[in-house]
C-alpha cells in the first residue's frame, strides 16, 4: 500500500540553525554582561585593592627619597657652616636641585631663632617654629607645613651635635622644602587620591585632580585607627567611610617624622570603570551577533540546498522509485550522507529481491513444515502420557519416602518399648511366678507327708532367712512382695501399652496425611511446649540411653504456650534429637550427651538441641536442609529428616536453623516456636 506524502515542512532547516544561534549567543552576551556586573565586580575590588596598595607603597618611595635627600643636603649644609670649611659651602642651584628653597641654622635653645647662617631669605613663621621643633625629641627629622602662608609652605628640620674643645654643641638645621614637588608626587596617579599625613590622622598634604587641599586638624582621617593597630613599619589596604563616600585605601609608612602615605579610591570611581566594562562587552557583543548571523545566513543556504536534494530523493524512494540517485558535491557530511543514501538504495534492491526469491522458498518449506509437525504432534502426545504417569509414580515415591521417614520415629520407640516388655517377661533370674510356685510347691509337700498337722508344724518352724520368725511369717513376707511386685509390673506393662498405642496412633496419622497429600496438617490447638518436649524425649529415651548417650533436659524458659500441631512439633524435636543421636554414635563420641534447653527470647520460644559431638563440616553447612541429602549410611538416613522438621516449623510460623557447629563446642540446632500473641503466628494462622 503506497503510504501519503509527508507535509511539507513549515519552518525550513536554515532559520532554525539562525534562530538557534541568535538565542545562544545573547544568551551568551546577557551571560558575561551578568557575569561582568557580579562576579568581575568581586574580582575587580580585589584588583583595586591590590593596585590601591601597590600605589601607596610607591608613592611613600618617591617621598621618602625626596626627603631623605633633602635631609641629607640639609646636614651637609649645617655641618659645612658650622665648620666654617667654605669648600663645602653649597650654591644656590644645588640647594635647588635638593627641593630646597631657604634654610635656616641656629643653636639649639635661642629663643629668638637668631640665625648663624641662612641662605635664601628664610621666611618660616617662628610659633609654628617652636611648636613642631619638638617632633626632634623623638626623632631625627621633623616634618610640618605653614598653612598661615599661601600658599603652604613646607619645612623640614634636623638636629646635629659638634665637639669643639671638650665642649659639646647641639645646632638645628631648618629648610624650606618645595611643595609643588611634594603635591606633584602626590599627584602622580591618575585614578587614586593621595595623603601625606601623620600617625596621629592629622593631614598634612592632600594631592587630588583639582589641587591641593589641607586635612580637618578637628577630624583625623578614619584611617588612622589601622596606622595606630599597625606597627610603622608595615603596609596595608582598608575600607572605611570618609566624608559621606566609601573609600578603598591603602597606606604605607615614609620611615620620617612618623609620616604615612595614604591613597584611596572611591566606590563610584570602581563603578564607572565596571559601567565601562559592561558598555564595551555589550558592544562587542552586538558585533559578534551581527557578524555571526550573517555568516550564518550565507552558510546555511548552502546547506539546506543539499539537504532539499536530499529531501527529495528520500520522498521518491518512499514511494517506491529505487532506480533514482542523489547527486551531491559539498565535500561534507551531507555528501556523505547522500552516498549512504545511495548505498542505501542499492541494499534495498539487493533486499527486496531477496525477499521475493525467499518468499518462493518459504511457501514450499511451510507445506513441508507442516507435515512434520502433524507427525511430531502425534509423538508429543505419546510422551506427554508416559510424563504425566512418571509424574504420579514420583510423586507416589516421594509421598512413600516421606512416610517411611515419618513413621521411622515413632515405630523406633515402640521397638524400644516392646524390647524392655520382653526383658520383663521372659527375666529367668528374677521371676516371680517361679518363687511363687516354690512356696506352693513346699506348702503341698509337707501337707502330703502329714496332712494340716505337719503342714502346721512346718510352718511353725524357726525361718533361716528372718531373725526371730517363723517360716510362715517367712512366706507370708514373700508372698507380700511378691503381690507387690505383680502389682507394679501391671502397672510398668500398662503405661507400656499406653505408649505403644500413643505412637501407633502417630503412625496412623502420618500414613493419612500423607496419603491425603497435605503438606502439612491444618489442625492447630493451644499447646503447652514444654509437655511435647517431654513426649518427644520420652519416645527416643530408651533408645539414647541404651546406646551410653544421656539425655538431658533444662526447660527455662518461662512461657511455652503455642498455636500448633503437637504431633507435628514432636516429630520435629524427635528428627533432630535422632540426628543427633546418629552422629554422636557414628563418631563414637566418649561420653556423649544430648541436651535439650529452651528459652524466651522477645515473643518466642527458642528450643535448643545440643550434642558434644565433632560438628560439622563446613563444606556441609549449605547442605544439610537440602531434600535428599544426608551422611549417613543407607540404612539410617534417607536425607528427609531436616527439609521436613523445616517445613513442619514454619508451616506454624517458626523455623529451623543450625545455630553453632563447630568441633569444640559440638553442635546446636535451634527450633523458633512464635508463641500464642506473636505477630509471626497470626500470620501463619
Not at 151 to 167: H, V
Not at 335 to 347: H, P, R, W
Not at 354 to 377: G, S, W
Request: net charge neutral; glycine share 6%.
Amino acid at each position: 500500500m503506497q503510504s501519503n506524502p509527508p507535509n511539507r515542512v513549515s519552518l525550513p532547516i536554515r532559520f532554525k540553525i539562525l534562530a538557534m544561534l541568535g538565542i545562544l549567543l545573547v544568551g551568551a552576551v546577557i551571560l558575561y554582561t551578568w557575569l561582568a556586573s557580579t562576579i568581575f565586580r568581586q574580582e575587580k575590588t580585589a584588583l583595586l585593592y591590590d593596585i590601591n596598595h601597590s600605589t601607596a607603597v610607591n608613592t611613600a618611595a618617591q617621598l621618602r627619597s625626596l626627603l631623605t635627600q633633602s635631609g641629607n643636603v640639609l646636614r651637609f649644609y649645617a655641618l659645612s657652616e658650622l665648620n666654617r670649611q667654605a669648600a663645602f659651602g653649597l650654591s644656590r642651584e644645588s640647594l635647588k636641585e635638593s627641593h630646597i628653597l631657604s634654610t635656616l641654622l641656629f643653636a639649639k635653645g635661642d629663643p629668638n631663632f637668631r640665625g648663624l647662617a641662612s641662605q635664601n631669605s628664610f621666611a618660616g613663621n617662628q610659633n609654628a617654629l617652636r611648636v613642631e621643633l619638638k617632633q626632634l625629641d623623638t626623632s631625627p627629622y621633623a616634618f610640618w607645613i605653614d598653612t598661615t602662608n599661601t600658599p603652604p609652605k613646607s619645612f623640614l628640620a634636623t638636629s646635629l651635635k659638634l665637639n669643639r674643645q671638650g665642649t659639646q654643641d647641639e645646632y638645628i638645621a631648618v629648610a624650606e622644602l618645595d611643595t609643588e614637588d611634594i603635591l606633584s608626587t602626590l599627584q602622580s596617579s591618575t585614578l587614586f587620591e593621595s595623603f601625606l599625613m601623620r600617625k596621629d590622622g592629622k593631614v598634612l598634604l592632600r594631592g587630588n585632580r583639582n589641587g591641593m587641599g589641607l586635612g580637618d586638624p578637628q577630624n583625623p582621617h578614619p584611617i588612622t585607627r589601622e596606622l595606630n593597630s599597625q606597627q610603622t613599619s608595615h603596609s596595608g589596604v582598608s575600607t572605611y567611610f570618609f566624608e559621606d563616600t566609601q573609600w578603598y585605601g591603602g597606606y604605607a609608612p615614609l620611615g620620617i617624622a612618623d609620616l604615612f602615605l595614604v591613597s584611596q579610591a572611591s566606590q563610584s570611581q570602581m563603578n564607572n570603570a565596571l559601567e565601562v566594562l559592561v558598555k564595551r562587552s555589550l558592544l562587542f557583543g552586538l558585533i559578534a551577533i551581527t557578524a555571526t548571523f550573517l555568516i550564518s545566513v550565507l552558510f546555511s543556504r548552502g546547506l539546506t540546498k543539499n539537504l532539499h536534494r536530499l529531501t527529495e530523493s528520500a520522498q521518491r524512494i518512499g514511494k517506491g522509485d529505487l532506480s533514482s540517485k542523489i547527486e551531491v558535491h559539498s565535500g561534507d557530511e551531507v555528501q556523505t550522507l547522500a552516498l549512504t543514501f545511495n548505498q542505501m538504495i542499492d541494499a534495498l534492491k539487493e533486499s527486496r529481491e531477496a525477499i521475493e526469491r525467499h518468499n518462493r522458498e518459504l511457501e514450499h518449506k511451510v507445506a513441508e513444515r507442516t507435515q512434520e509437525l502433524r507427525e511430531k504432534n502425534l509423538a508429543i502426545e505419546e510422551i506427554q502420557d508416559k510424563l504425566v504417569k512418571s509424574a504420579q509414580l514420583a510423586a507416589a515415591g516421594e509421598v512413600a519416602g516421606r512416610t517411611a521417614h515419618e513413621v521411622l520415629n515413632p515405630l523406633t520407640a515402640i521397638v524400644g518399648r516392646m524390647e524392655r516388655v520382653d526383658q520383663y517377661v521372659n527375666n529367668r533370674e528374677a521371676n516371680p511366678a517361679e518363687q511363687f510356685l516354690d512356696i506352693l510347691t513346699a506348702w503341698e509337700q509337707d501337707y502330703q507327708k502329714g496332712g494340716m498337722k505337719k503342714l502346721v508344724e512346718a510352718l511353725g518352724t524357726p525361718s533361716k532367712v528372718l531373725k526371730n520368725a517363723s517360716l510362715f511369717e517367712e512366706d507370708l513376707t514373700n508372698l507380700k512382695q511378691l503381690a507387690l511386685y505383680w502389682m507394679q509390673q501391671q502397672e510398668q506393662l500398662g503405661g507400656d501399652i499406653h505408649f505403644v498405642k500413643d505412637q501407633a496412633g502417630r503412625i496412623q496419622r502420618i500414613v493419612d496425611g500423607m496419603r491425603e497429600l497435605v503438606r502439612s496438617s491444618t489442625m492447630k490447638d493451644e499447646v503447652p511446649c514444654h509437655a511435647a518436649i517431654g513426649e518427644a524425649v520420652l519416645t527416643l529415651q530408651d533408645i539414647v540411653e541404651k546406646a551410653g548417650v544421656k539425655l538431658q533436659t533444662q526447660l527455662d524458659a518461662e512461657r511455652d504456650g503455642a498455636h500448633l500441631n503437637r504431633d507435628e512439633l514432636i516429630q520435629v524435636l524427635t528428627n533432630l534429637i535422632r540426628n543427633a543421636f546418629q552422629a554422636l554414635k557414628q563418631n563414637k563420641i566418649q561420653d556423649a550427651v544430648i541436651r535439650v534447653e529452651t528459652h524466651n527470647e522477645d515473643n518466642q520460644l527458642f528450643i535448643d538441641i545440643i550434642d558434644n559431638g565433632k560438628g560439622i563440616a563446613p563444606s556441609q553447612k549449605e547442605k544439610i536442609f537440602e531434600q535428599g541429602f544426608t551422611t549417613k549410611p543407607p540404612a539410617e538416613g534417607t536425607g528427609l529428616g531436616l527439609s521436613i522438621a523445616r517445613r513442619y516449623a514454619r508451616a506454624f510460623g517458626g523455623d529451623v536453623v543450625l545455630a553453632y557447629s563447630a568441633p569444640n563446642d559440638g553442635t546446636c540446632f535451634r527450633v523458633i516456636v512464635p508463641l500464642l500473641d506473636s505477630p509471626a503466628l497470626s500470620k501463619a494462622s
